[in-house]
């Protein structure tokens, strides 16, 4: 097999992304619509066939697809600075600032289950507010706390209108607002927070597809881990790679063929 751990670790955030919040997206979005439709027909036939416990089951789905999506966004976080953290063994170095990051990592994911649980307006006010503030200091971890010359988090490119850690930041925000505001859905008979709540989340869902599309590029890109060391050698400005150093040739034989072998040639021979 040609993926190490650190790879197989690599793979536990696109593949949940994909069975998980993904789906999930599709339900809540056919819901999302049938909700609206149900709402317009009964207001203006008085009746619909659409039965009326989809707008629950859009937000109880809703709440789920909210907590994989901040789940999903700290693994993408976690695991390069985790990395970082063991590759520079930066718990010699640094032991209070990591002792922080861990300590903001608890206080996110409290708020966030306080989150869930609050109905006041006010409280839902303060755990959105603290949650999306841990998902952006922690998004930031290595260059806000750690200070860390080299990011560790490092594919927030500047070509920032096609980033997965922009995209994927916002749209979480995105999603721990739908939470705070549920209560004032149902309670607005003017349906502002509806609305606020609809253009939001066709927001969250254009961003959502580009999710789909700068993660799937980021996995063609980012080689595996024992590639690194030659792969990051390469110019991508000018799309060059050093040339391999030239074959040794002596006169009289043939120019020997490279030392490891294509994965072509290692599969089953065909006989
Ligand atoms: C991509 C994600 C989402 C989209 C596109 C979306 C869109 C919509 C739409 C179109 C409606 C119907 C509005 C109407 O009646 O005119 C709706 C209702 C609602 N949504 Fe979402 N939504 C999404 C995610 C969420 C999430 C994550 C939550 C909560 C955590 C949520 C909570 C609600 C609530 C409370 C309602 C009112 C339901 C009712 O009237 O029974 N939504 N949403
Ligand atoms: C809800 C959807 C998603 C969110 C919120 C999200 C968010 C993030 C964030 C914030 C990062 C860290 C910054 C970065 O390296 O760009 C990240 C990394 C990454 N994401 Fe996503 N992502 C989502 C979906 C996907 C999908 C669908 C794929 C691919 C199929 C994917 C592939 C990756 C890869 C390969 C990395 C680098 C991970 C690493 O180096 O450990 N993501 N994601």
Known sequence: MYLALKDILRLIHPILAVLVVFPLIGIVVFMAWQTRQRRLQVAAEGKSKIPPVVGQEHVQLGRWLAAAVVLVELLGISRPMLDRVMQDQLWQTVPFKLTLIALLYLATIASLVLLYRARPKRWRAVFATLTGMGIVILSYQDLAILQLANPAIYRRNEEWLLSHFYYGVTVTLLMVFSLAIIQDIYQDRENRWR???????????????????????????????WQEPHIYQCDYAN?????????????????????????????????
């Open 195 to 225: 609305t606020v709540h609809i253009v939001l989340n066709s927001i969250a869902l254009l961003l959502f597809v580009g999710q789909g599309i700068t993660g799937t590029r980021d996995l063609l890109e980012i080689p595996l881990s």
């Open 239 to 271: 799309k060059k790679c050093p040339e391999p150093p030239p074959a040794k040739q002596s006169r009289g034989t043939l120019p020997s063929f490279p030392a490891t072998p294509s994965p072509l040639a290692l599969s089953p021979s065909r006989e």
